[in-house]
């Protein structure tokens, strides 16, 4: 109850030392506010990373295995060389595949190209095809919301047909119902079966909805009649992924007739070297990040030791009175404390009200936004700042002796 008491006093005096020296306040706040507008910023700016990169991710689909003739990530020139001397991935393959990967719910081979699609007097240079069958659906985890998407007959006849992204139907077909419109695809004609559900971006930067699946039959019929494949892979439970990477590697290499001892000349990619390669690099941006923000919280901190010692200075006198009175070490302690505390807690709520307009317009290039952690995590800095930077003045405050304190002019 006693120390409640002190407390309650010390906090008092603080906030009247505050508001008879607002002007030196708000100047020595000066520099914690560039420091805690840095910390919301950047934790803003993190964040928003995150949750756009984690979303991009997710399109992949935690439970999918790649098979690729080369690594996502490539660590050197040297690797990259070798791995383009592997022979690609085929048809041949592909059906090998799905007859050896019988713990997979779901395989799908993906053919891909970039071609030029028009519609009556309206063209799109550059849209990506994708050549596979009507396993793809549970493998990339599409969806339809008109129409329906390839079947099996679709693929086993190579009908031509086609189900096309809504960025498709929007900018080829506008207002015309695109079920049963028939779309030219690098010259020969496809008719709309369903469109996809809104997909977004991949990464911020690839638009998954400027897309028509095409089944793989009329793919190589139409357009590559030896493509290169990538194999999806849909293991079902993320839990057993490894045993099932392992699974997928051993039944690959029968595929490829590949003799024991002899290296992989496949790989197996996933969702999680995504992940890796984006906190590795994340780290890196917070690191640069976090050593610009404390250099700024320390220099605002320094700004904020000096101004309490000039304080303790000024209040000398005062501190011996308060000691000769009864005061306790603790209670002149708490009170300087208190008042640096509360300078930066001042300049945090300020570096806040600078940082949300600014989180606004970096909307504009990236998905940022200002969340109450960040808001917390950007006051809890400024106060700690605080705390830190005034205990040395605090604790030579605290130490005075009355004596010598009553003698100060």
């Known amino acids: 109850?006693?120390?409640?008491?002190?407390?309650?006093?010390?906090?008092?005096?603080?906030?009247?030392?505050?508001?008879?020296?607002?002007?030196?306040?708000?100047?020595?706040?000066?520099?914690?506010?560039?420091?805690?507008?840095?910390?919301?910023?950047?934790?803003?700016?993190?964040?928003?990373?995150?949750?756009?990169?984690?979303?991009?991710?997710?399109?992949?689909?935690?439970?999918?295995?790649f098979v690729d003739r080369m690594d996502w990530f490539i660590e050197s020139r040297e690797v990259?060389?070798?791995?383009?001397?592997?022979?690609?991935?085929?048809?041949?393959?592909?059906?090998?595949?799905?007859?050896?990967?019988?713990?997979?719910?779901?395989?799908?081979?993906?053919a891909r190209a970039s071609?030029?699609?028009?519609?009556?007097n309206?063209?799109?240079?550059?849209?990506?095809?994708?050549?596979?069958?009507?396993q793809y659906q549970e493998t990339a985890g599409v969806r339809v919301s008109l129409g329906r998407f390839l079947s099996a007959a679709d693929v086993a006849g190579g009908r031509p047909v086609c189900v096309i992204g809504t960025e498709v139907a929007t900018n080829l077909l506008r207002r015309d119902p695109p079920l049963g419109r028939r779309l030219n695809i690098g010259g020969r004609t496809f008719e709309v079966i369903g469109v996809l559900e809104r997909q977004g971006t991949f990464l911020g930067a690839f638009s998954l909805d400027n897309q028509i699946i095409l089944p793989l039959s009329a793919f190589v019929a139409s357009f590559q009649s030896r493509p290169e494949l990538q194999i999806q892979v849909k293991v079902g439970n993320v839990a057993h992924?490894?045993?099932?990477?392992?699974?997928?590697?051993?039944?690959?290499?029968?595929?490829?007739?590949?003799?024991?001892?002899?290296?992989?000349?496949?790989?197996?990619?996933?969702?999680q070297q995504f992940v890796r390669l984006f906190q590795q690099v994340g780290g890196t941006i917070a690191a640069v990040g976090l050593f610009i923000t404390g250099l700024s919280l320390f220099v605002g901190g320094i700004g904020i030791m000096n101004i309490m010692f000039v304080s303790v200075a000024e209040r000398t006198r005062?501190?011996?009175?308060?000691?000769?009175?009864?005061?306790?070490?603790?209670?002149?302690?708490?009170?300087?404390l208190l008042e640096?505390?509360?300078?930066?807690?001042?300049?945090?709520?300020?570096?806040?009200?600078?940082?949300?307009?600014?989180?606004?317009?970096?909307?504009?290039?990236?998905?940022?936004?200002?969340?109450?952690?960040?808001?917390?995590?950007?006051?809890?800095?400024?106060?700690?700042?605080?705390?830190?930077?005034?205990?040395?003045?605090?604790?030579?405050?605290?130490?005075?002796?009355?004596?010598?304190?009553?003698?100060?002019?």
């Open 1 to 65: 109850m006693k120390l409640a008491t002190e407390l309650g006093e010390a906090l008092r005096m603080a906030l009247q030392a505050l508001a008879a020296n607002k002007l030196r306040a708000g100047l020595t706040t000066l520099g914690i506010v560039i420091g805690v507008a840095t910390v919301t910023l950047m934790g803003t700016a993190i964040e928003g990373l995150n949750r756009s990169f984690l979303q991009s991710v997710s399109k992949i689909g935690a439970d999918v295995l």
């Open 80 to 110: 990259w060389l070798r791995m383009q001397k592997r022979r690609p991935i085929d048809l041949a393959d592909a059906r090998a595949l799905a007859r050896e990967a019988t713990f997979a719910p779901a395989l799908a081979p993906v």
């Open 115 to 120: 071609l030029p699609v028009r519609y009556e």
């Open 122 to 134: 309206r063209r799109s240079s550059s849209v990506f095809i994708v050549g596979t069958t009507e």
């Open 241 to 271: 992924l490894e045993d099932a990477r392992e699974e997928l590697r051993q039944a690959m290499r029968r595929v490829r007739g590949l003799a024991p001892g002899e290296p992989d000349d496949f790989s197996i990619n996933q969702q």
């Open 318 to 336: 005062e501190i011996g009175i308060r000691k000769a009175v009864g005061a306790k070490r603790r209670a002149i302690l708490m009170q300087f």
């Open 340 to 409: 640096a505390a509360g300078i930066c807690l001042m300049g945090g709520l300020l570096a806040l009200g600078i940082a949300w307009p600014l989180t606004w317009v970096m909307q504009w290039f990236l998905p940022a936004a200002l969340s109450l952690r960040v808001a917390a995590l950007a006051l809890g800095v400024a106060v700690t700042t605080g705390l830190v930077s005034g205990f040395m003045p605090a604790w030579r405050a605290a130490r005075l002796d009355p004596v010598e304190a009553l003698r100060a002019e």
